[in-house]
């Protein structure tokens, strides 16, 4: 994708992944995370919550 795009995704599908720079999470109508798909993983990993994709 170009640098200067922005596209929103809305999806249940760890696939998608792939695909994303960033990655938001809204719950109960609030936004309950906005980092950096790098930054998610590397919490995820160190919590032994990786997603294979």
């Not at 922005?6 to 695909?19: G, P, S």
């Amino acid at each position: 994708m170009a640098g200067d795009r922005t596209m929103i995704i809305a999806t249940h599908k760890a696939a998608v992944l792939n695909i994303v720079d960033r990655i938001l999470v809204i719950q109960d109508g609030q936004l309950a995370l906005d980092k950096p798909k790098a930054t998610v993983f590397e919490q995820e990993k160190a919590r032994g919550q990786v997603v294979n994709i």
